[in-house]
């Protein structure tokens, strides 16, 4: 697998679309999301490019006077499970985040995404609670934090910080 990560463009919108449709059954992100996302300064949207095709993307949300950036999505195309793509992802959304001074990075992932799940705590997070019926058909979300390049700070209940709504999946 080749990490050839960059920063989505206007032009990935569709391929972004084709994705989410590929890899949610429900909460996925719109199109005009995808456009928003891309143009925004407080968000970090990231695709991986295999042989000139998405091959995953990570959207990253960073909040002005927050240490904490939140992996609000992440994705891999169903031909690029098993491939580290996901594990790429991860590793160019910690740098985003690291780049920008955040010290934690947040997330939700669906409690029955048990390969998503697996790939969070091999890399370093930890468990910070639950929230049932946290996505739109009622499935519940376990929340995760981890410290951005390896910094030694909490990430437990006493670094909890309130979350809206999304997923994520590798």
């Known amino acids: 697998m080749s ?12 391929g972004l679309v084709a994705m989410e449709e590929a890899a949610f059954a429900s909460d996925r992100l719109s199109r005009r999301s995808f456009r928003r996302l891309v ?3 407080s968000a970090a949207m990231l695709v991986n490019e295999q042989r000139g095709r998405l091959a995953g993307y990570a959207a990253v949300l960073f909040r ?3 240490g904490s950036a939140r992996l609000y999505s992440i994705a891999v195309a169903p031909s690029g499970g098993g491939a580290g793509i996901g594990r790429a992802l991860l590793d160019a959304a910690l740098a985003a985040a690291a780049e920008r001074g955040c010290t934690v990075m ?10 998503a799940i697996a790939l969070y705590e091999r890399n370093g997070f930890a468990r910070v609670g639950r929230r049932p019926g946290y996505y739109a058909d009622g499935q519940t979300a376990l929340r995760y934090a981890r410290p951005v390049a390896g910094r030694d700070l909490p990430v437990g209940p006493e670094a909890r910080e309130p979350h809206t709504r999304r997923r994520t999946l590798s």
Not at 106 to 115: C, G, M, W, Y
């Open 106 to 115: 947040r997330l939700e992932v669906r409690e029955d995404n048990p390969r």
């Open 39 to 41: 143009a925004s300064r």
């Open 3 to 14: 990490a050839d990560i960059r920063p989505a463009r206007a032009s990935d919108v569709d």
């Open 64 to 66: 002005r006077g927050s």
